[in-house]
Protein backbone atom coordinates (compact mmCIF):
# COMPACT_ATOMS: atom_id res chain seq x y z
CA UNK A 1 0.00 0.00 0.00
CA UNK A 2 2.84 2.58 0.99
CA UNK A 3 4.42 1.85 -2.59
CA UNK A 4 1.46 2.47 -4.23
CA UNK A 5 1.31 6.51 -2.19
CA UNK A 6 4.75 6.26 -3.25
CA UNK A 7 3.88 6.12 -7.09
CA UNK A 8 1.01 8.75 -6.87
CA UNK A 9 3.11 11.25 -5.19
CA UNK A 10 5.48 10.53 -8.40
CA UNK A 11 3.02 10.73 -10.30
CA UNK A 12 1.55 14.22 -9.25
CA UNK A 13 4.63 15.36 -8.69
CA UNK A 14 5.83 14.67 -12.48
CA UNK A 15 2.23 16.26 -13.77
CA UNK A 16 2.77 19.76 -11.60
CA UNK A 17 6.68 19.70 -13.36
CA UNK A 18 5.83 19.17 -16.45
CA UNK A 19 2.59 21.49 -16.66
CA UNK A 20 4.28 24.31 -14.43
CA UNK A 21 7.55 24.31 -17.46
CA UNK A 22 4.64 24.75 -20.11
CA UNK A 23 3.35 28.08 -18.18
CA UNK A 24 6.87 29.57 -17.99
CA UNK A 25 6.88 29.43 -21.64
CA UNK A 26 3.75 31.89 -21.91
CA UNK A 27 5.42 34.47 -19.50
CA UNK A 28 5.34 38.15 -20.87
CA UNK A 29 9.69 37.80 -20.45
CA UNK A 30 9.22 34.66 -23.27
CA UNK A 31 7.80 37.63 -25.75
CA UNK A 32 9.86 40.85 -24.41
CA UNK A 33 12.78 38.07 -25.75
CA UNK A 34 11.53 37.57 -28.74
CA UNK A 35 10.59 40.95 -29.71
CA UNK A 36 14.26 41.77 -28.36
CA UNK A 37 15.86 39.39 -31.04
CA UNK A 38 13.03 40.23 -34.10
CA UNK A 39 13.90 44.38 -32.99
CA UNK A 40 17.82 43.32 -33.22
CA UNK A 41 17.81 41.23 -36.53
CA UNK A 42 15.58 43.70 -37.94
CA UNK A 43 17.94 46.53 -37.52
CA UNK A 44 20.93 44.66 -38.63
CA UNK A 45 19.42 43.65 -41.99
CA UNK A 46 18.83 47.28 -42.72
CA UNK A 47 22.07 48.44 -41.59
CA UNK A 48 23.34 45.61 -43.57
CA UNK A 49 20.96 46.98 -46.89
CA UNK A 50 22.97 48.94 -49.27
CA UNK A 51 19.89 50.59 -51.28
CA UNK A 52 19.09 51.92 -47.51
CA UNK A 53 22.22 53.68 -46.37
CA UNK A 54 22.04 56.81 -44.62
CA UNK A 55 18.40 56.49 -44.04
CA UNK A 56 17.35 56.94 -40.38
CA UNK A 57 14.94 54.16 -39.13
CA UNK A 58 14.23 53.28 -35.31
CA UNK A 59 12.91 49.81 -35.09
CA UNK A 60 10.51 48.66 -32.62
CA UNK A 61 9.02 45.22 -32.29
CA UNK A 62 5.63 44.34 -30.12
CA UNK A 63 4.78 41.05 -30.05
CA UNK A 64 5.80 39.98 -33.65
CA UNK A 65 4.58 43.38 -34.78
CA UNK A 66 7.54 45.68 -36.32
CA UNK A 67 7.46 49.28 -36.28
CA UNK A 68 9.31 51.27 -38.49
CA UNK A 69 9.72 54.99 -37.73
CA UNK A 70 12.16 57.99 -39.00
CA UNK A 71 13.44 59.19 -42.52
CA UNK A 72 14.11 57.70 -45.52
CA UNK A 73 15.36 59.30 -48.95
CA UNK A 74 12.27 57.89 -51.15
CA UNK A 75 9.36 55.75 -51.79
CA UNK A 76 11.04 52.73 -52.74
CA UNK A 77 13.85 52.83 -49.55
CA UNK A 78 10.08 52.91 -47.56
CA UNK A 79 8.99 49.96 -49.33
CA UNK A 80 12.31 48.25 -49.23
CA UNK A 81 12.81 48.70 -45.37
CA UNK A 82 9.20 47.02 -45.02
CA UNK A 83 10.27 44.08 -47.00
CA UNK A 84 13.20 43.80 -44.92
CA UNK A 85 11.57 43.69 -41.86
CA UNK A 86 8.45 41.46 -43.01
CA UNK A 87 11.44 38.67 -43.91
CA UNK A 88 12.62 38.10 -40.40
CA UNK A 89 11.53 35.37 -38.62
CA UNK A 90 8.80 36.02 -36.07
CA UNK A 91 7.20 38.66 -37.84
CA UNK A 92 3.42 39.02 -38.18
CA UNK A 93 3.36 42.39 -39.47
CA UNK A 94 5.34 45.82 -40.18
CA UNK A 95 3.55 49.22 -39.36
CA UNK A 96 5.68 51.30 -41.90
CA UNK A 97 5.25 55.25 -40.23
CA UNK A 98 8.58 55.97 -41.87
CA UNK A 99 8.66 59.96 -43.80
CA UNK A 100 10.01 60.67 -46.94
CA UNK A 101 12.88 64.02 -47.01
CA UNK A 102 16.36 64.43 -48.48
CA UNK A 103 18.36 62.62 -46.18
CA UNK A 104 21.84 64.83 -45.27
Known amino acids: MRKHYRYMIAAWIFILLF ?6 AKLPVADYWDDYN ?3 EVKSRL ?10 IEVESDQG ?3 LTGVVATAEQKTRAAQ ?8 HGV ?3 LEFSKVP
Do not use: H, T, W
Not at 19 to 24: F, P
Not at 84 to 91: D, L, Q, R
Open 47 to 56: AADNALRGSR
Open 65 to 67: VVY
Open 38 to 40: IKS
Open 84 to 91: IAFKVPGV
Open 95 to 97: GNQ
Open 19 to 24: SACSEL
